[in-house]
């Protein structure tokens, strides 16, 4: 099993940050709260602090954990961690990821989530 760090980054405004896979990634074009593999050693916190420097170009700082979802991909089971965070400094820059946008929680579950994605949106919605 693969541990996944994810982020469920909120603005002022309480719109949330999701990003687009781009078409040369797994799930292309699938969207996803950006995030990252732990390396050995890392704890979620630190990994999902340094995926995010690495993917968006930006500081952020986690305002609280979620509950993990376990999901069983047909070539891999990862365990996606997330993580409440909000952003502390830096604009946004796209490295790896087609797009990103601002959503209103309650329109999160109309864009086509990565399959592990959904589960967390759907906590997140209801919490």
Same mark, same amino acid.
């Given at each position: 099993m693969i541990k996944v760090t994810c982020a469920i980054i909120v603005n002022a405004?309480? %719109?949330v940050l999701a990003a687009q896979r781009n078409a040369t990634m797994s799930l292309p074009l699938k969207w996803e709260f950006p995030g990252g593999k732990i390396e050995p050693g890392e704890t979620a916190e630190a990994c999902l602090i340094r995926e995010i420097k690495e993917e968006l170009h930006v500081d952020i700082e986690i305002v609280a954990? %979620?509950?993990a979802n376990t999901h069983q991909y047909p070539n891999v089971t990862i365990q996606l961690i997330p993580f409440v965070c909000r952003?502390?400094?830096g604009e946004i820059i %796209?490295? +790896?990821h087609l797009d990103f946008k601002w959503v209103a929680k309650d329109e999160l579950? &109309? %864009?086509d989530? &990565? +399959?592990a994605d959904v589960a967390i949106v759907k906590y997140y919605m209801e919490s």
């Open positions: 405004d309480g %719109l954990p %979620l509950p952003i502390t400094s %796209l490295k +790896e579950l &109309a %864009l989530w &990565a +399959e």
